[in-house]
């Protein structure tokens, strides 16, 4: 079926090109469209009914009107010149607050930006005057919006609503600061904007370079870029779509993560077929060009498609988990590999037919073999010193594995810039009222019978939770406009996302709710702190189930793929050590070395999948190649070291590419964590898995590897795939693994 499809493609090579500009093009234009109806800001929401805290959200939306996409943003109003505020002042500010809820917000638009393809965030804000400061050094407002923090539309109309309460409170002789979640992400996407510019052309820089050193070709250079964009273009409308008819909700990171993740492994399926189409160009120079393509793609496309599937099906398992923030990414990002697998098996090879030898123009390359370069000697390397290379590997491996040591899981969402004014408005809130006062836990009271409840039902249990230690006020408990529901506001001295925060209310705030909470009524408590308490939980029990579901599906892949028990059992013994030394290095740099609460808690589950499954494409192809050179004759050290020597640079580039794809994450705020380990994550597969210690393994096991298998020893002129009328590519020993075998 690879073969046919491949074939079809390189006999229909501009008809292919066509089509797939087509539909990558308009689906690039329609994502932004398509993902702004999917995406799920609040993250309460991706909790099963069953946590306390999503009962918590129910009671809010039925019974106080709680909008599931609503954010507040907390306005801090006080006088410039440092003094109390007057009553004059409250009656000013309030006057202010009613007038700015009035005022619809328009939201900002370029002259030239197409208004069907963005969605109009314009809205009116509810505005409510909050709380005042003790020392009535400041009054709070909270702004009630709706949207996703993350969406740009969104971030606009907070801005432009920033700029009115501004100009509003200054003519008053008051100055303003704005905090809370939307205040949070549009301030860090400011300040990490020229950072995100220069990384993103940074990475294209780098491919770039990459490939005009590997293949000194301007389409080379260029094309795996375009194809590349192209295909995931196509890929993320496929994503939304798909959200969009299932009615699947997606994390607002979805689409960033999807956008990275397909530029990597695209780049690195494209630079396979290369590598492979330039050595196939060498060995056979009278072969038509369309059919070396056709050749290549048909062959290569099977380790690509084994890789592929590998993700897709390391990711199908997330849809076991409980958590929705992950049962939704595991859909997504399979969809999203799925259609760059197609665009590998169809746009590329298409691409390697209609270019032909023109592809590494101007290069002369193609009209000589090379020389074994620094890929040849380490080859040899591999092949004489394999005990030696396989002990550097795991001890490094180990190494880093020990920082593992005393792991916490920080579920905390911070993780903005500490520098902006939106955290410097936090701080001066904090010095005066309790740290979680704009973002509080809320007990949500009502009747089991689904009737009216009374205020002074709750006087007690509003006593007793101010008692308990971390509690800094308790606000009284107020009705819900139907009168069947009522709420209490806490305020815990610790901020909401912190794990003392997560503590207070898992233990003490909930054993004084269930103690206390009148007969006949029902309590859930709410918050963020209360919902981060529950998704450690649901957390927990998807480590536990996901990994073991995502390594046996992985496990039968390798098996079907490499026809052998054996070496499906040295790749998974990889990769998991892979897995473990970046988990551990990860925690020694963001939680010992720098004193951190912990590692984020998406870390381990986000890196083992994409650690194990994308890693896994490296170890395929290398374990893919070494088989093919120990069906040629000669002794299997000797295998090893073409396999070595053929793979490197491809594997190499590839790597480098990934990396410095998920490299650019550290630009998104609250992302510093996941980018680094997924880059070194990826260069460990790369470099010291795939280029060490499988070839090492390789060596020292020889044909026994294949076991229960035997790789035949039928010279390679017999065997079909076998190029003829050319001997350039007879079995070449290099002279020093020829002495040491």
């Given at each position: 079926?690879?073969?046919?499809?491949?074939?079809?493609?390189?006999?229909?090579?501009?008809?292919?090109?066509?089509?797939?500009?087509?539909?990558?093009?308009?689906?690039?234009?329609?994502?932004?469209?398509?993902?702004?109806?999917?995406?799920?800001?609040?993250?309460?929401?991706?909790?099963?009914?069953?946590?306390?805290?999503?009962?918590?959200?129910?009671?809010?939306?039925?019974?106080?009107?709680?909008?599931?996409?609503?954010?507040?943003?907390?306005?801090?109003?006080?006088?410039?010149?440092?003094?109390?505020?007057?009553?004059?002042?409250?009656?000013?500010?309030?006057?202010?607050?009613?007038?700015?809820?009035?005022?619809?917000?328009?939201?900002?638009?370029?002259?030239?930006?197409?208004?069907?393809?963005?969605?109009?965030?314009?809205?009116?804000?509810?505005?409510?005057?909050?709380?005042?400061?003790?020392?009535?050094?400041?009054?709070?407002?909270?702004?009630?919006?709706?949207?996703?923090?993350?969406?740009?539309?969104?971030?606009?109309?907070?801005?432009?609503?920033?700029?009115?309460?501004?100009?509003?409170?200054?003519?008053?002789?008051?100055?303003?600061?704005?905090?809370?979640?939307?205040?949070?992400?549009?301030?860090?996407?400011?300040?990490?904007?020229?950072?995100?510019?220069?990384?993103?052309?940074?990475?294209?820089?780098?491919?770039?370079?990459?490939?005009?050193?590997?293949?000194?070709?301007?389409?080379?250079?260029?094309?795996?870029?375009?194809?590349?964009?192209?295909i995931g273009g196509a890929a993320s409308g496929a994503v939304a779509g798909m959200a969009s008819l299932t009615g699947l909700k997606l994390a607002p990171s979805t689409q960033s993560?999807?956008?990275?993740?397909?530029?990597?492994?695209?780049?690195?399926?494209?630079?396979?077929?290369?590598?492979?189409?330039?050595?196939?160009?060498?060995?056979?120079?009278?072969?038509?060009?369309?059919?070396?393509?056709?050749?290549?793609?048909?062959?290569?496309?099977?380790?690509?498609?084994?890789?592929?599937?590998?993700?897709?099906?390391?990711?199908?398992?997330?849809?076991?988990?409980?958590?929705?923030?992950?049962?939704?990414?595991?859909?997504?990002?399979?969809?999203?590999?799925?259609?760059?697998?197609?665009?590998?098996?169809?746009?590329?090879?298409?691409?390697?037919?209609?270019?032909?030898?023109?592809?590494?123009?101007?290069?002369?390359?193609?009209?000589?073999?090379?020389?074994?370069?620094?890929?040849?000697?380490?080859?040899?390397?591999?092949?004489?010193?394999?005990?030696?290379?396989?002990?550097?590997?795991?001890?490094?491996?180990?190494?880093?594995?020990?920082?593992?040591?005393?792991?916490?899981?920080?579920?905390?969402?911070?993780?903005?810039?500490?520098?902006?004014?939106?955290?410097?408005?936090?701080?001066?809130?904090?010095?005066?009222?309790?740290?979680?006062?704009?973002?509080?836990?809320?007990?949500?009271?009502?009747?089991?019978?689904?009737?009216?409840?009374?205020?002074?039902?709750?006087?007690?249990?509003?006593?007793?939770?101010?008692?308990?230690?971390?509690?800094?006020?308790?606000?009284?408990?107020?009705?819900?406009?139907?009168?069947?529901?009522?709420?209490?506001?806490?305020?815990?001295?610790?901020?909401?996302?912190?794990?003392?925060?997560?503590?207070?209310?898992?233990?003490?705030?909930?054993?004084?709710?269930?103690?206390?909470?009148?007969?006949?009524?029902?309590?859930?408590?709410?918050?963020?702190?209360?919902?981060?308490?529950?998704?450690?939980?649901?957390?927990?029990?998807?480590?536990?189930?996901?990994?073991?579901?995502?390594?046996?599906?992985?496990?039968?892949?390798?098996?079907?793929?490499?026809?052998?028990?054996?070496?499906?059992?040295?790749?998974?013994?990889?990769?998991?050590?892979?897995?473990?030394?970046?988990?551990?290095?990860?925690t020694l740099v963001f939680q010992h070395l720098r004193n951190g609460p912990g590692v984020d808690f998406t870390l381990p589950l986000v890196l083992f999948l994409f650690v194990v499954?994308?890693?896994?494409?490296?170890?395929?192809?290398?374990?893919?190649?070494?088989?093919?050179?120990?069906?040629?004759?000669?002794?299997?050290?000797?295998?090893?070291?073409?396999?070595?020597?053929?793979?490197?640079?491809?594997?190499?580039?590839?790597?480098?590419?990934?990396?410095?794809?998920?490299?650019?994450?550290?630009?998104?705020?609250?992302?510093?964590?996941?980018?680094?380990?997924?880059?070194?994550?990826?260069?460990?597969?790369?470099?010291?898995?795939?280029?060490?210690?499988?070839?090492?393994?390789?060596?020292?096991?020889?044909?026994?590897?294949?076991?229960?298998?035997?790789?035949?020893?039928?010279?390679?002129?017999?065997?079909?795939?076998?190029?003829?009328?050319?001997?350039?590519?007879?079995?070449?020993?290099?002279?020093?693994?020829?002495?040491?075998?």
């Amino acid at each position: 079926m690879i073969r046919a499809l491949t074939g079809f493609a390189t006999r229909n090579a501009w008809k292919v090109i066509a089509l797939w500009a087509v539909v990558g093009i308009g689906l690039t234009f329609l994502s932004p469209l398509l993902f702004s109806r999917v995406v799920q800001s609040q993250t309460g929401d991706f909790l099963p009914r069953s946590y306390d805290s999503a009962a918590a959200l129910r009671v809010a939306e039925d019974h106080f009107g709680l909008d599931p996409d609503a954010t507040v943003v907390t306005v801090l109003v006080a006088r410039t010149d440092g003094r109390a505020l007057t009553d004059g002042d409250q009656q000013r500010i309030e006057a202010g607050a009613a007038r700015l809820g009035e005022r619809r917000v328009a939201m900002p638009r370029l002259p030239d930006e197409p208004s069907f393809l963005l969605p109009d965030h314009s809205q009116t804000p509810r505005v409510a005057p909050a709380m005042l400061a003790p020392d009535r050094s400041f009054e709070l407002l909270a702004v009630a919006m709706t949207g996703d923090t993350g969406d740009q539309g969104v971030q606009k109309v907070y801005k432009a609503f920033r700029d009115s309460a501004r100009a509003e409170f200054a003519g008053a002789g008051m100055r303003t600061g704005f905090t809370g979640g939307l205040a949070d992400a549009s301030d860090s996407a400011d300040a990490n904007r020229t950072a995100a510019t220069v990384g993103g052309a940074l990475l294209m820089g780098l491919i770039v370079l990459l490939n005009v050193l590997v293949f000194r070709s301007v389409l080379a250079a260029l094309l795996p870029l375009l194809a590349v964009a192209i295909i995931g273009g196509a890929a993320s409308g496929a994503v939304a779509g798909m959200a969009s008819l299932t009615g699947l909700k997606l994390a607002p990171s979805t689409q960033s993560l999807i956008s990275v993740v397909l530029l990597g492994i695209g780049v690195d399926y494209l630079l396979f077929l290369l590598f492979r189409f330039r050595e196939q160009l060498r060995a056979r120079p009278d072969q038509p060009a369309r059919e070396a393509a056709a050749e290549v793609s048909g062959r290569v496309g099977t380790a690509i498609t084994s890789a592929a599937l590998t993700i897709v099906a390391a990711f199908a398992t997330l849809g076991v988990a409980s958590f929705g923030q992950f049962r939704s990414l595991g859909p997504a990002v399979a969809v999203a590999v799925l259609v760059m697998l197609l665009g590998s098996l169809t746009l590329m090879p298409a691409l390697l037919a209609a270019c032909g030898r023109g592809m590494f123009w101007p290069s002369r390359a193609l009209r000589r073999q090379p020389r074994e370069g620094v890929a040849g000697r380490y080859g040899e390397l591999v092949a004489r010193r394999p005990v030696a290379l396989l002990m550097t590997a795991v001890v490094l491996l180990g190494v880093l594995t020990a920082g593992v040591a005393g792991i916490r899981m920080n579920y905390g969402q911070g993780g903005g810039t500490s520098d902006t004014p939106a955290a410097a408005t936090a701080a001066e809130i904090a010095r005066a009222l309790p740290a979680s006062v704009s973002d509080p836990t809320t007990v949500y009271l009502t009747a089991k019978d689904g009737g009216a409840v009374k205020v002074e039902q709750f006087d007690t249990l509003a006593r007793e939770l101010g008692r308990v230690d971390g509690i800094g006020q308790v606000g009284r408990p107020a009705l819900s406009p139907d009168g069947r529901a009522a709420r209490i506001d806490l305020y815990p001295t610790a901020d909401a996302q912190s794990k003392q925060a997560r503590d207070l209310v898992a233990g003490p705030v909930r054993a004084a709710v269930a103690a206390h909470t009148p007969a006949g009524t029902s309590a859930h408590v709410g918050g963020t702190a209360a919902i981060f308490a529950d998704i450690s939980t649901a957390v927990d029990h998807d480590l536990a189930l996901v990994f073991p579901v995502a390594a046996g599906l992985i496990a039968l892949i390798l098996l079907l793929l490499l026809r052998s028990l054996l070496a499906p059992l040295v790749l998974m013994l990889a990769v998991g050590a892979g897995f473990a030394a970046t988990l551990g290095a990860a925690t020694l740099v963001f939680q010992h070395l720098r004193n951190g609460p912990g590692v984020d808690f998406t870390l381990p589950l986000v890196l083992f999948l994409f650690v194990v499954a994308l890693g896994t494409d490296y170890n395929i192809l290398i374990t893919d190649r070494i088989r093919e050179e120990m069906h040629r004759p000669g002794p299997a050290r000797a295998a090893v070291a073409r396999a070595v020597r053929h793979t490197t640079p491809t594997i190499a580039t590839a790597g480098l590419v990934l990396a410095g794809s998920f490299a650019t994450l550290a630009a998104t705020p609250g992302t510093e964590q996941t980018a680094f380990a997924l880059t070194l994550g990826i260069l460990l597969s790369a470099g010291v898995l795939s280029l060490a210690l499988v070839p090492a393994v390789a060596a020292l096991l020889g044909r026994a590897l294949w076991w229960p298998l035997r790789t035949t020893d039928a010279p390679r002129e017999n065997r079909p795939d076998a190029p003829r009328g050319n001997r350039s590519d007879a079995p070449h020993v290099p002279s020093a693994v020829r002495q040491h075998l």
